[in-house]
């Protein structure tokens, strides 16, 4: 979509509302669309067309959420990293790669989501708590959670960055700052981890390089006769099983 027709639509998005809200004006019977009312506790809610509005919104955040504030990042890296290592391409394919790290992102942050929706989605859904209040009970378990995994040098980096100065400790650091040195710190993490899965196959390599070089075989690509044995290496072992249990461990969430 072209930065016009984006633009255009959201304009269209936010006159929608205002339309009801006049015609609502008019006819008595119709439904407003945008309505601030006051609730006893003194705080100020939109109404529910214009909360419908605001989230239909947030969902085009969703990827960036999934990518870069749960551990879907530190896993789709692992896996990529052990792919060039045993020397397969497009096997498994992308679509696999992404499917199984989104299925495992959901496994070990099920804690998280589950204090997301105790804190706050349920109290919401029964009417109990405003919408501002929601959104501030479910940052704190994912606060949590990324804090616990984010180094102190990331954290002091971004903070330094920033030139905060009115940040007593990292549980008041806001999310703008905690994102980014997350991330570094997954970055970080990932790579740690592919360059331990890499150094077995990286053996194998130099292993079956040196072999064909002593038997005068340098027209035939090592690549070619590592692979079925990095791929009988990585079966034997359990590989599967022991880089989830890894990654899953890693996090330190059960």
């Given at each position: 979509?072209?930065?016009?027709?984006l633009?255009?639509?959201?304009?269209?998005?936010?006159?929608?509302?205002?339309?009801?809200?006049?015609?609502?004006?008019?006819?008595?019977?119709?439904?407003?669309?945008?309505?601030?009312?006051?609730?006893?506790?003194?705080?100020?809610?939109?109404?529910?067309s214009?909360?419908?509005?605001?989230?239909?919104?947030?969902?085009?955040?969703?990827?960036?959420?999934?990518?870069?504030?749960?551990?879907?990042?530190?896993?789709?890296?692992?896996?990529?990293?052990?792919?060039?290592?045993?020397?397969?391409?497009q096997?498994?394919?992308?679509?696999?790669?992404?499917?199984?790290?989104?299925?495992?992102?959901?496994?070990?942050?099920?804690?998280?989501?589950?204090?997301?929706?105790?804190?706050?989605?349920?109290?919401?859904?029964?009417e109990?708590?405003?919408?501002?209040?929601?959104?501030?009970?479910?940052?704190?378990?994912?606060?949590?959670?990324?804090?616990?995994?984010?180094?102190?040098?990331?954290?002091?980096?971004?903070?330094?960055?920033?030139?905060?100065?009115?940040?007593?400790?990292?549980?008041?650091?806001?999310?703008?700052?905690?994102?980014?040195?997350?991330?570094?710190?997954?970055?970080?993490?990932?790579?740690?981890?592919?360059?331990?899965?890499?150094?077995?196959?990286?053996?194998?390599?130099?292993?079956?390089a040196?072999?064909?070089?002593?038997?005068?075989?340098?027209?035939?690509?090592?690549?070619?006769?590592?692979?079925?044995?990095?791929?009988?290496?990585?079966?034997?072992?359990?590989?599967?099983?022991?880089?989830?249990?890894?990654?899953?461990?890693?996090?330190?969430t059960?």
């Open positions: 979509m072209s930065p016009w027709r633009f255009i639509f959201l304009l269209l998005s936010l006159a929608a509302p205002l339309a009801a809200a006049q015609t609502a004006a008019s006819d008595p019977l119709s439904i407003p669309a945008i309505t601030l009312s006051t609730n006893p506790e003194g705080q100020q809610e939109y109404s529910v214009l909360q419908i509005l605001l989230i239909m919104t947030a969902l085009s955040f969703i990827p960036a959420f999934v990518m870069l504030m749960t551990s879907f990042t530190r896993i789709i890296i692992v896996f990529s990293i052990l792919r060039q290592a045993l020397g397969l391409q096997t498994p394919s992308n679509q696999i790669l992404v499917g199984l790290a989104l299925f495992l992102t959901l496994f070990i942050m099920a804690p998280v989501f589950d204090r997301i929706n105790e804190a706050a989605l349920q109290p919401y859904l029964n109990e708590i405003p919408a501002q209040e929601a959104i501030a009970r479910a940052e704190v378990p994912l606060k949590d959670f990324m804090l616990s995994q984010t180094r102190e040098t990331d954290l002091e980096l971004f903070v330094r960055l920033s030139r905060r100065t009115d940040i007593p400790s990292a549980d008041a650091v806001p999310l703008t700052i905690l994102v980014p040195a997350f991330v570094t710190s997954e970055l970080k993490t990932a790579f740690q981890i592919g360059f331990m899965i890499f150094i077995p196959f990286l053996i194998i390599d130099m292993v079956v040196s072999v064909l070089m002593a038997m005068g075989m340098m027209m035939l690509s090592p690549l070619i006769i590592s692979l079925p044995f990095k791929i009988m290496l990585f079966v034997l072992v359990d590989g599967w099983g022991l880089i989830m249990g890894t990654l899953a461990g890693s996090f330190g059960f």
